[in-house]
């Protein structure tokens, strides 16, 4: 069906068809450090308790609580310091009545120790610490500065789940608790291709009806971002054959997915509705939002995903927000698909267009929760320049046609 047919879609109807013919890559096993920014297939559990013995907290004296008990700057207790516990060690030294042990903040704590004296609550401090030492204050009670085995995790507990990216705090948490290897799916591999005939090649002069390829790095880097492998960026001329040729190139790359841009509306030369428009796997579609009017979906033959996102630069921004990039996260089973959302106030008035759900380029005041257009002048799909302010999308309901000031606003906030 196509767009000029008059099919008319809301985004949550498109969005549902995309995710519908979605299925999840295979999985893999990777070393956890392999696997960053991969999404992960089945928990990873600990293969230990995380602290992994009882430690010290502070550099000082491991002591035993009751000789200490009594200690204050007036009335020292003194003890003899019989070991001394660098990090690293595995010691694990008797402490008989009147015996402490010199400690650094991560070794184990001796099993005859219950508190840890910091060297500031001493006479001596650092310097003068081995042989014997002068408590000056009563640990506050027993256990105190001692980290206990397993009271962050416990082996055999969940780390990270399934379904969540191995991002830096996940990944170094697997690591602290003693995971080596976990199970992923496999990053989805993805063909950028940019349309058009009036695309200059990098570095070639500017010149009237010649416009720079900026689709083909704005889709790089967020495809990239959403944690897929970019196997192919190309830029072919207005011509169906072209398209034709460049699927199969990506195809044979092995891409999970293909997605272009431009070409996909109503005029006269539309290389991607001409390769693929009434051949039953890519339907051409009309979504009620602005920008991205135009779009096209479907599943070719081999598997492979296509996506017909509408030219205008900040129409292919906003699609991919909308709809490739919960895609290339289902793909990855991550359990959450979609960019946080919240309300903001507006702070400047702007105009909608009627019927269309607007999602407008936005700069956010985060502590003041406010929100104003990123572009002055306005909503237009080809203000690609303005995209550099853009912070989110203020996403403003079809039937509303003006937002004034003081509004309460929807926002998709990205990046
Ligand atoms: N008669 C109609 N005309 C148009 C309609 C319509 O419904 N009826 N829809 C308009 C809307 S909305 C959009 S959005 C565009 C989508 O058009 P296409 O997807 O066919 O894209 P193109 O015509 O190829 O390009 C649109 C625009 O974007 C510029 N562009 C394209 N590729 C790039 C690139 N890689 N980097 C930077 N800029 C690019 C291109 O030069 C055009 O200015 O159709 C409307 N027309
Ligand atoms: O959909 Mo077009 O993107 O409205 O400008």
Same mark, same amino acid.
């Given at each position: 069906? =196509?767009?000029?047919?008059?099919?008319?879609? =809301?985004?949550?109807? /498109?969005?549902?068809?995309?995710?519908?013919?979605?299925?999840?890559?295979?999985?893999?096993?990777?070393?956890?450090?392999?696997?960053?920014?991969?999404?992960?297939?089945?928990?990873?559990?600990?293969?230990?308790?995380?602290?992994?013995?009882?430690? =010290?907290?502070?550099?000082?004296?491991?002591?035993?609580?009751?000789? %200490?008990?009594?200690?204050?700057?007036?009335?020292?207790?003194?003890?003899?310091?019989?070991?001394?516990?660098?990090?690293?060690?595995?010691?694990?030294?008797?402490?008989?009545?009147?015996?402490?042990?010199?400690?650094?903040?991560?070794?184990?704590?001796?099993?005859?120790?219950?508190?840890? %004296?910091?060297?500031? @609550?001493?006479?001596?401090?650092?310097?003068?610490?081995?042989?014997?030492?002068? #408590?000056?204050?009563?640990?506050?009670?027993?256990?105190?500065?001692?980290?206990?085995?397993?009271?962050?995790?416990?082996?055999?507990?969940? #780390? %990270?789940?399934?379904?969540?990216?191995?991002?830096?705090? /996940?990944?170094?948490?697997? *690591?602290?608790?003693?995971?080596?290897?976990?199970?992923?799916?496999?990053?989805?591999?993805?063909? #950028?291709?940019?349309?058009?005939?009036?695309?200059?090649?990098?570095?070639?002069?500017?010149?009237? !009806?010649?416009?720079?390829?900026?689709?083909?790095?704005?889709?790089?880097?967020?495809?990239?971002?959403? @944690?897929?492998?970019?196997?192919?960026?190309?830029?072919?001329?207005?011509?169906?054959?072209?398209?034709?040729? *460049?699927?199969?190139?990506?195809?044979?790359?092995?891409?999970?997915?293909?997605?272009?841009?431009?070409?996909?509306?109503?005029?006269?030369?539309?290389?991607?509705?001409?390769?693929?428009?009434?051949?039953?796997? *890519?339907?051409?579609?009309?979504?009620?939002? /602005?920008? !991205?009017?135009? /779009?096209?979906?479907? #599943?070719?033959?081999?598997?492979?995903?296509?996506?017909?996102?509408?030219?205008?630069?900040?129409?292919?921004?906003? =699609?991919?927000?909308?709809?490739?990039?919960?895609?290339?996260?289902?793909?990855?089973?991550?359990?959450?698909?979609?960019?946080?959302?919240?309300?903001?106030?507006?702070?400047?008035?702007?105009?909608?267009?009627?019927?269309?759900?607007?999602?407008?380029?936005?700069?956010?005041?985060?502590?003041?929760?406010?929100?104003?257009?990123?572009?002055?002048?306005?909503?237009?799909?080809?203000?690609?320049?303005?995209?550099?302010?853009?912070?989110?999308?203020?996403?403003?309901?079809?039937?509303?046609?003006?937002?004034?000031?003081? @509004?309460?606003?929807? %926002?998709?906030?990205?990046?």
């Amino acid at each position: 069906m =196509s767009a000029a047919n008059g099919l008319r879609r =809301s985004v949550e109807e /498109q969005l549902a068809l995309v995710l519908a013919a979605l299925r999840p890559l295979p999985t893999e096993a990777r070393a956890i450090r392999d696997a960053a920014h991969r999404t992960l297939a089945e928990p990873a559990t600990a293969a230990h308790d995380i602290p992994l013995f009882d430690n =010290s907290a502070m550099d000082g004296f491991a002591v035993r609580a009751t000789d %200490v008990a009594a200690a204050s700057p007036e009335n020292p207790v003194v003890l003899r310091v019989v070991a001394d516990l660098p990090a690293g060690v595995s010691d694990d030294p008797a402490l008989a009545a009147g015996e402490a042990a010199r400690i650094m903040t991560g070794s184990p704590t001796p099993t005859d120790a219950d508190a840890i %004296v910091p060297f500031e @609550d001493t006479a001596g401090g650092l310097a003068d610490s081995l042989g014997e030492v002068r #408590v000056l204050h009563a640990p506050a009670k027993p256990g105190a500065f001692v980290r206990r085995r397993g009271a962050d995790l416990h082996a055999g507990d969940a #780390v %990270v789940l399934a379904g969540e990216r191995l991002g830096a705090f /996940q990944l170094s948490a697997a *690591v602290a608790a003693g995971v080596e290897t976990v199970t992923v799916t496999r990053a989805p591999r993805v063909a #950028v291709v940019s349309t058009g005939s009036e695309l200059l090649e990098p570095g070639e002069a500017a010149q009237r !009806g010649r416009i720079p390829d900026s689709n083909g790095p704005l889709l790089e880097l967020l495809v990239a971002d959403a @944690d897929a492998e970019v196997v192919l960026v190309a830029r072919v001329a207005d011509d169906a054959d072209a398209v034709r040729a *460049v699927t199969e190139t990506a195809v044979e790359r092995g891409a999970d997915v293909i997605v272009f841009t431009g070409g996909v509306s109503a005029g006269a030369y539309e290389p991607v509705r001409g390769a693929f428009d009434g051949r039953g796997e *890519v339907e051409f579609a009309s979504v009620a939002m /602005q920008p !991205g009017k135009p /779009q096209a979906f479907g #599943v070719l033959d081999t598997g492979t995903l296509v996506f017909g996102l509408p030219g205008n630069p900040v129409s292919v921004a906003v =699609s991919f927000e909308v709809f490739v990039r919960p895609a290339l996260l289902a793909l990855q089973g991550r359990s959450e698909i979609h960019r946080p959302r919240a309300p903001f106030t507006a702070d400047a008035a702007w105009t909608t267009p009627p019927g269309r759900r607007q999602y407008l380029p936005a700069v956010v005041d985060l502590a003041r929760r406010t929100v104003r257009p990123a572009t002055a002048g306005g909503s237009g799909s080809h203000l690609a320049g303005g995209l550099a302010r853009a912070q989110a999308f203020a996403i403003v309901p079809a039937e509303i046609d003006a937002v004034a000031e003081g @509004d309460v606003i929807d %926002v998709m906030l990205v990046g």
